[in-house]
């Protein structure tokens, strides 16, 4: 294959910066705070609360996986449990359940919002109750920024006296009913990873809803020590708090969040367009003005017996000529040969959008010229 100038090639998400991270970074520098905890991670935290709401505690932490984790431990879960998990989406959702010496047992989606489906969910708590095992969470995700059927899971959950874990890693900047993904579930988490909507370059968040739940994360977060003028630790912790040079840059990138979200809409609604009048090819979008979604990814559904045989695999093949990345939907957890062998319930709807769904280029930073050689394509194709 001929290699491709990575400055010419149009990433399926890249990086974007806002300007406003070097004066953070430069603060950090010139204090000497260059090492975990400092003023910038005390100002990401009260800049991600003040976004989220005023009802929530944050904490920065080194990754989304290393909020899922500490949330599940907060919630005691321990080896033996058993913690429900949606199927499709990142294996990071579902890692942590193991680390805890737990089973994770996976959810088909559903159409509307291809997140959890409330009818599978409340048929495997029941059945795993008859089995003598209540599950003792449940991890839903935002998938691709739209948010879950929020009410429908969380009127499960509450049912069954079962807490929530909101996977809200893709969905900074989306809502339901004009409130903040993140703040829904019983703990949340975000991700500041490379590829999302923000960057800290590598970072996560949890939050919760209250300071005594902030405290005893932090507390494991720094390596567990208890209060000693030695080092002394009574329980085991972990390596988990975000440097003061990467919440650095997640305070410059708070102050274009709004617009990395408004260019994301725009590309999203750009495909929708372009895809408006070609038969077999449809556009994931909100269900309705309830969902508002951040559309960290951009995603298409394409049915080759309507499209004459143009099928993923060919449309993701003629991308990548071009020097265009794409990529499949997240192959659901249950088809995964690390989590092939535990429980799942549902039928082929996850494994039916892993199929014939692929994710197109979505960063907030494409130029009209990049949106231009999509279309290309797509017309020639089509």
């Not at 100038?5 to 910066?17: G, R």
């Not at 975990?36 to 505690?57: A, H, M, R, W």
């Not at 305070?251 to 725009?266: I, N, P, S, W, Y």
């Amino acid at each position: 294959m001929e290699f491709i100038n990575s400055e010419k090639k149009i990433w399926l998400s890249s990086p974007h910066m806002g300007g406003g991270e070097q004066k953070y970074i430069q603060e950090a520098f010139d204090a000497n705070w260059v090492a975990p905890l400092g003023p910038n991670v005390n100002g990401f935290e009260n800049d991600l609360k003040g976004y989220l709401g005023s009802d929530v505690e944050v904490g920065a932490l080194s990754s989304g996986t290393a909020a899922i984790h500490l949330a599940l431990i907060l919630l005691g879960v321990t080896a033996g449990d058993e913690v429900i998990c949606q199927s499709m989406t990142f294996s990071a959702s579902a890692n942590p359940i193991l680390y805890q010496g737990a089973t994770p047992i996976f959810i088909d989606s559903e159409l509307q919002t291809w997140n959890l489906c409330p009818l599978e969910l409340e048929k495997a708590i029941l059945d795993r109750i008859a089995k003598g095992k209540k599950p003792k969470a449940i991890i839903a995700v935002h998938l691709y920024g739209v948010p879950y059927q929020i009410e429908a899971i969380r009127t499960i959950a509450d049912r069954y006296s079962i807490p929530i874990i909101e996977d809200s890693a893709e969905a900074l900047g989306s809502s339901y009913k004009g409130k903040k993904c993140g703040t829904f579930g019983d703990i949340g988490i975000l991700s500041f990873n490379g590829n999302k909507i923000i960057t800290t370059s590598g970072g996560g968040a949890i939050v919760t809803h209250n300071l005594e739940h902030k405290k005893r994360a932090l507390f494991f977060a720094t390596q567990a020590r208890d209060e000693a003028p030695h080092y002394q630790h009574s329980q085991i912790g972990y390596n988990y708090r975000m440097s003061n040079i990467c919440a650095g840059i997640g305070r410059g990138q708070m102050e274009v969040l709004d617009a990395h979200v408004a260019g994301r809409r725009k590309v999203n609604a750009f495909y929708v367009n372009l895809f408006k009048d070609i038969k077999g090819v449809t556009v994931f979008v909100a269900p309705d003005e309830n969902y508002h979604s951040n559309h960290w990814l951009s995603v298409i559904l394409i049915d080759p017996l309507l499209t004459g045989g143009i099928d993923r695999k060919f449309l993701y093949q003629a991308f990548d000529k071009e020097g265009i990345e794409s990529r499949p939907l997240w192959k659901p957890m249950h088809l995964q040969p690390i989590f092939e062998k535990y429980p799942y319930y549902g039928g082929k709807i996850s494994e039916q959008l892993f199929a014939n769904g692929l994710c197109l280029p979505s960063g907030s930073n494409l130029t009209n010229e990049n949106l231009s050689s999509i279309e290309k394509v797509i017309k020639t194709i089509f």
